[in-house]
């Protein structure tokens, strides 16, 4: 069984650094993609970052272009999100998850972990 555990999230201010964790078992992930997506109040979920397990090709939203860098460490089996001059409107629940490539259905997820940019 895949299991995915987020870590990191907390409250910062605007401006601040945070990154992410999401730690991977119960699979090997070389036909996966990693993605971590978010979910504000009152927002529909959205996909903020991706990185291809197998090769590091990487995705982002517009609104993260610039300011956040999704990596991953083979050996240990995790992938980071790392978020740099954070804004209020990066405040949500990050969520990591895994599909396989070439498919669109995000088949697993983590539990997310809340992100909280306030002065």
């Known amino acids: 069984q895949v299991q995915l555990v987020e870590s990191g999230g907390g409250l910062v201010q605007p401006g601040d650094s945070l990154r992410l964790s999401c730690v991977v078992s119960?699979?090997?992930?070389?036909?996966?993609?990693m993605g971590w997506h978010r979910q504000a109040p009152g927002k529909e979920r959205e996909l903020v970052a991706a990185?291809?397990?197998?090769?590091?090709?990487?995705y982002y939203a517009d609104s993260v272009k610039g300011r956040f860098a999704i990596s991953r460490h083979n050996a240990r089996n995790t992938v980071y999100l790392q978020m740099n001059s954070l804004k209020s409107d990066d405040t949500a629940v990050y969520y990591c998850?895994?599909?396989?490539?070439?498919?669109?259905?995000?088949?697993?997820w983590g539990q997310g972990t809340q992100v909280t940019v306030s002065s």
């Open positions: 998850a895994a599909k396989f490539r070439a498919t669109d259905s995000w088949i697993h």
């Open positions: 119960g699979s090997t992930l070389i036909n996966y993609v």
């Open positions: 990185i291809t397990w197998s090769e590091g090709r990487t």
